[in-house]
């Protein structure tokens, strides 16, 4: 009962529409808590070297032959986290950031930005270990985590509304352009570290974040071709329902009838108008920036947001 009780929540948290935040942070949650129950479980089996055989074909290696042969790990690393606190870490981020991006560009652009963040931190942690003399010798290394898309996140936040302000404990208010800075900097201190591919690609993910919303605010939408791959995808996965058709005896109908059919038609055309108003709204956005709405269209975007 409680089992089931607990699969319907994480169903319905999956099938909630607009809900991007959500669908990643249950993926990575889902494949954390799976490598977890593995690791334990095999390794408690002695068939641990199978955990370890099955991690390092997910993680994304420096080296380009290994990576040459596991092509796909460029995009599962990015899900993937070993370390409790490095998971709670990079969602909760995720999460604070992400839900001004939802609210005022929408979930969409979320998705675009955790993947098109992931990708261009493992391209350029390939480069870094490849073509900078200071790093070779350390090919044997291989990365994993979600924080070059958050750190795309972070920084196309900041880019958007850098005077947006969080309350910071201990700290009080700070305007996300001085957090997304201080990450920025951080990481940099720490390019010649033990962790230095992954600093490196966090500071490609934060580069994929700014570019990202300048080219937006230009009218141009970097990550449209993740929309349609992932639209593609889902039209193998999701079936279209099946149109039934019936046949009815010609009859009169009651003036009540006719009244609940006009105030059902009446009912789809708001909703059909409220949402053309919405994407004009975003494509206001994304040529003019967030600055150039009116107050109306401001509280008209904030407030189907929270529908």
Do not use: C
Request: glycine share 8%; net charge positive.
């Amino acid at each position: 009962m409680i089992n089931n009780s607990l699969l319907e929540e994480f169903k319905n948290a999956w099938n909630k529409p607009n809900n991007a935040i959500a669908q990643i942070i249950l993926i990575n949650v889902g494949l954390f808590m799976t490598l977890l129950i593995l690791k334990i479980t095999l390794t408690l089996a002695g068939s641990g070297i199978f955990y370890n055989y099955l991690l390092q074909h997910l993680m994304l290696p420096a080296d380009l032959n290994s990576f040459i042969i596991q092509p796909w790990s460029i995009i599962t690393y990015f899900f993937l986290h070993e370390e409790i606190f490095h998971i709670i870490f990079n969602m909760l981020v995720f999460y604070w950031f992400g839900k001004l991006i939802a609210e005022y560009l929408g979930s969409a652009k979320v998705i675009a930005l955790y993947v098109l963040g992931g990708l261009s931190g493992g391209v350029l942690y390939l480069l870094i270990y490849n073509l900078i003399p200071y790093y070779e010798g350390q090919q044997i290394a291989k990365m994993l985590g979600a924080s070059a898309g958050v750190y795309a996140i972070v920084t196309a936040a900041a880019t958007f509304l850098p005077n947006y302000t969080f309350y910071l404990l201990f700290i009080g208010p700070v305007k996300i352009k001085y957090i997304a800075l201080f990450y920025v900097l951080l990481s940099f201190s720490q390019t010649i570290g033990p962790n230095a591919g992954g600093e490196w690609a966090h500071l490609a993910g934060a580069a994929m974040g700014y570019l990202y919303i300048t080219q937006l605010q230009k009218g141009q939408d970097l990550g449209g071709w993740i929309m349609k791959v992932i639209r593609f995808f889902k039209s193998f996965l999701i079936q279209s329902p099946t149109i039934k058709v019936s046949h009815r005896s010609s009859t009169k109908k009651t003036p009540q009838s006719s009244v609940k059919k006009n105030a059902s038609n009446s009912t789809s055309t708001a909703v059909l108008t409220d949402q053309d108003e919405i994407d004009v709204i975003l494509d206001k956005i994304s040529h003019g920036g967030y600055e150039s709405l009116t107050k109306e269209e401001k509280q008209k975007l904030f407030n189907a947001s929270k529908k």
